[in-house]
């Protein structure tokens, strides 16, 4: 199986792409690509800027990732209580890639964290409603509040017991429906 772990952050020490690097440890025998929205940065996307120079090479590589993958895990960082600017652009230039949807139906684990105690809850909220019109096949959703005081950053993983065993559940859940699938 192949996982590629998103961190929709363009932060230097991203908490989020500590969530999905960690998230992706939990799965067996799996070939796992970590990124986050560094090297896909473009202009801000505009219609104009659109068509004198079409869709940049960036939003085709990151959507050759997602239709390279079996699975996706998606840790979304949260600014005022939506998308990060960063991932937001590069969903919508993806999203104007000619015949496709950004997220092409793969599975996915949609995760957000925070230091505050809604955990990426209106992040969640918004990815959960609107992923699935441009092609998100969300499986399971996760959300860490307090990520200061519940993840380990000395030894990378959640140290809350509560909050990692609802974590590893849905990884349990979604490894069997990939499993599934395989067959």
Do not use: C
């Not at 230039?93 to 230091?115: F, G, H, Q, Y």
């Amino acid at each position: 199986m192949k996982i590629l772990a998103i961190a929709g952050s363009n932060s230097e020490v991203s908490m989020n792409k500590q969530l999905v690097a960690y998230a992706s440890t939990l799965f067996d025998k799996a070939e796992v690509e970590v990124i986050d929205l560094n090297p896909f940065e473009m202009p801000i996307y505009k219609h104009e800027r659109e068509l004198a120079g079409g869709v940049p090479q960036e939003a085709h590589d990151f959507a050759a990732k997602i239709d390279g993958a079996d699975l996706l895990l998606v840790s979304l960082g949260e600014h005022n209580g939506t998308y990060s600017t960063a991932f937001k652009n590069v969903f919508d230039w993806v999203s104007r890639i000619k015949d496709r949807t950004v997220w092409n139906e793969v599975p996915m684990l949609l995760m957000a964290t925070s230091p505050g105690g809604r955990g990426g809850a209106g992040v969640l909220e918004a990815a959960s409603k609107r992923f699935p019109f441009h092609g998100g096949n969300v499986v399971e959703t996760f959300s860490l509040p307090f990520f200061n005081d519940n993840f380990d950053k000395s030894v990378q993983k959640i140290s809350n017991a509560e909050k990692d065993s609802e974590l590893k559940e849905k990884v349990k859940k979604i490894a069997a429906i990939e499993t599934i699938l395989e067959k």
